[in-house]
């Protein structure tokens, strides 16, 4: 409105609706050259170098909300509707879009997905951050969590304890509802999703969870899984900043990284390791165009989700932890208030439980085993002085990561466990045929793949079965009512009449004696179809009209010249190349299916003396 009016108004102005209608689309077209081009009618070779496409959409949905007619797209005719709802505004959108696209415009200031590489130089780095405290574990949390549910940063701060629950079906995991999201609008648009462990501690969401709750102050737990909900995401786009712009984090490419490239490097990762694109989209719960049969179809699905989950654990895969079998010392009560305590507070005993063995596992983790710390000093500390006062060795770890496949069996989602069989010191033992858990899961992966190639096989197999099947049927249909015709149509019949040798009637046949059929034609045919057959073939035994001599044409004069005009006109036809049956129709499409065999066969002599009817001439 400023633009128009030539000066600006206060920001508490209101517009009547008159003045609101009086915006056309060459108004909203002026404004936006002069946003991107800076000239309201900018010359051919104008190039948009004060805004990009993105801020010309954004505004024109803010302008549409203000519109009167907004649901109405802009009619030219009439000119009314909404002026933004135009192709005039549609096609400056567009002009800037291909200078963009041609590098003439303004640079993105968009956030680019982060590779997997920087992803793990951003964790490295967040684990080394000196003075910043229990904040770099908070961050970690965030950052591995958002990975591992392809989030936005907005959909961690939002984030409940409540949220979270244990997995009845699969120990060892956890499933998650994200229940604040920017596409979740109504309570099924909040699926059930499966939170897995990592094979490498960097990666593992369980890890660093349990890491940033136990590192927390009491005092500062709320409901909130990060704390503050309003202003938590702040912190971390500071912390994210000074490690980008450090010397120590090294870009694979050229672009702006941010908190949203969290979720775009997921979604790209997913991608790129061959995830289907339907599964990135229900685990980053997108929102896509609805029909009906979406409100029959319940929106958990726990085998796309797993698999989902199972990729972005990293190229180590998936895993759970488990307590070793034969072990005596380590309890619920130790896991509960001994090694997770601040977990119990904030999302009780049996979530605490899965939450703490991780803690143990990583307690107990000999020291160089990584070349960075996987858990703070103190917390190792505390925990390992719990786990010795229970009579329990140092040396010793307790708690093994068991790599996970993650598997379909019909509609049921199963976690199978690869177990490892290397010794205690971590050789494997190849004598006995063992294999790793990374070569034994990619044998997994070989097996239900070949699996699946079958089952799409012998899908295949059916549907081509079923197909020829069908085809076959509809031969077999054809055949059937090409004989039925041949049966319809008359044959020629000779009849061979009895006599005596001695005129006696004694029933007795001459032998050598040959009867011709009678030249004579029909009185009253019914219809076309039978007229033909008494010239191709004959009725009734008698001769076939194409095959009767002069005298007998004569003998049969007044039918046969009027019946004439007909068979010619059918004979024409299937000289060409037509079917008697194709001939006759054209005829009956000519003079009309009502009229009599008699009214046909005058029409059919008016029309030859006028060179015949139009639509009956070759």
Known sequence: MAFGAGHTFSTDISFSQDTLLEITPDDVCHWMNFRAFGDANPAEDAKPVNARASTLEYAKKAISSFMPRRT???????????????????????????????REGVQSAARRPIEYGEFLNLLDQVHTGNGKGSLKYLVCAVLTMQWHLIARIDDMMK???????????HPGSLICQLRWSKNISEERDAPEQIVLGSMDPRLCALLNLAIHVEMTDKAALSPFVFGNPQDGDRVVRRFLQDVFEGTDFHKLKAGNLGTHSMRKGAATYGSRTGLPKDYVNRRGRWRTRKSVVDVYIDNTQPYPDAIAAGVLAGPLGPCCYVLKDGVQVVTNDLLVKHVGPALKEAVGEE??????????????????????EIIPAA????IIQAYLGVGGKEDVNV????????VGDGAQLQLVEVHDNAGENGVLDRQNGGLTADSTRKEFASIHSQLFSLQRQTANLLNEILRSRTERQRENQKILAVIRRIA?????????????????????????????????????????????????????GLKPAKEFTAAERGANKFAYSRRKVFWDVVSAFVRTGFTS???IDKIYAAYGRQLSVTRILAALRTDKHQGGHPSLRL
Not at 77 to 98: C, M
Not at 399 to 406: A, G, K, S
Not at 516 to 534: H, T
Request: hydrophobic content about 40%.
């Open 72 to 102: 109405v797209p802009w009619g030219p005719i009439r000119n009314e509707g909404n002026p933004t709802r135009s192709e005039t505004v549609n096609a400056v959108i567009k002009k800037v879009k291909r200078c963009e696209v041609r």
């Open 159 to 169: 984030l409940k304890f409540d949220s979270f629950s244990c997995s009845i079906h």
């Open 351 to 372: 979530m605490a439980r899965v939450l703490a063995l991780p803690l143990l596992w990583a307690a107990l983790v000999p020291r160089g085993s990584f070349d960075y």
């Open 379 to 382: 917390l190792k500390r505390r």
């Open 399 to 406: 708690v093994e990561r068991v790599p996970i496949h993650v």
């Open 488 to 540: 319809l149509q008359p044959v020629v019949r000779t009849i061979h009449p009895r006599s005596s040798a001695n005129g006696g009637g004694d029933g007795v046949e001459e032998e050598g004696s040959v009867v011709l059929p009678r030249a004579m034609l029909s009185k009253r045919p019914k219809d076309l179809y039978e007229l033909w057959g008494e010239y191709e073939f004959g009725l009734n």
């Open 581 to 583: 049956d194709v001939a």
